[in-house]
């Protein structure tokens, strides 16, 4: 599903139009990426959770030329899917 897909569906569901739905889900979408990106947790009760991990520097080689390589350290984004979501995904 894209998010065109889960505007149609999100709109079909709810009765409101499609243009303020997509409205509504940019808007939830960028909450949580600020949330996250300032450093915060975000946690929906049922679905799972969004937050910061990092990944230290680490070496690497070139493909192409078997080089070593100096990867830097870097923040990720990891989430964390809630029990009820896990249940629902799993048929229970």
């Known amino acids: 599903m894209n998010k065109q897909e889960l505007v149609d569906a999100v709109a079909a ?5 499609k243009a303020a739905t997509g409205e509504v889900i940019d808007a939830v979408i960028g909450a949580i990426s600020g949330a996250v990106k300032k450093g ?3 946690q929906l009760i049922g679905f799972g959770a969004f937050s910061t991990g990092t ?7 070139n493909p192409a030329t078997g080089a070593e390589i100096q990867i830097a ?3 990720t984004v990891k989430f964390t899917a809630g029990k009820a979501f896990k249940d629902a995904v799993n048929g229970r």
């Open 73 to 75: 350290a870097a923040k």
């Open 40 to 42: 915060d947790t975000v």
């Open 13 to 17: 569901k709810t009765g409101a139009s």
């Open 55 to 61: 990944r230290a520097a680490r070496v690497g080689r």
